[in-house]
């Protein structure tokens, strides 16, 4: 019986750059997406700014993304709001007298 390895090497392609690495079966597609998403990256800075080479194109898609990153971990942090809530919630409960009832 062949038995099939969890984990297999691919190639990703990054501008002209090509990386063999070992990944997942079930992760693959990420991996892949990422591939597509950097070098689209790469791609618009190449086209905007020509001439400035491989690995400014690189950093600068890597830059772009980093940002775009941080920008939605800050959009999806909810902790701020919760607990906004929960302060509401209390002084709405002490005003109209309730017994406080802890969520």
């Known amino acids: 019986m062949n038995e099939v390895s969890e984990t297999f090497t691919i190639r990703l392609r990054l501008g002209s ?11 693959e597609i990420v991996y892949r997406d990422a591939e597509k998403l950097i070098n689209q990256r790469f791609n ?3 086209g905007r700014y020509p001439n400035q080479g491989n690995e400014t194109y690189l950093t600068m898609a890597a830059l772009d993304i980093a940002v775009s990153l941080k920008r939605n971990e800050n959009r999806n942090d909810t902790a701020p709001y919760v607990e ?12 109209l ?3 406080k009832k802890q969520p």
Do not use: H, Q
């Open 44 to 46: 618009y800075y190449a």
């Open 17 to 27: 750059l090509v990386f063999p690495i070992t990944v997942k079966r079930d992760e």
């Open 84 to 95: 906004s809530i929960r302060t509401m919630l209390n002084e709405i409960e002490e005003t």
């Open 97 to 99: 007298g309730m017994d």
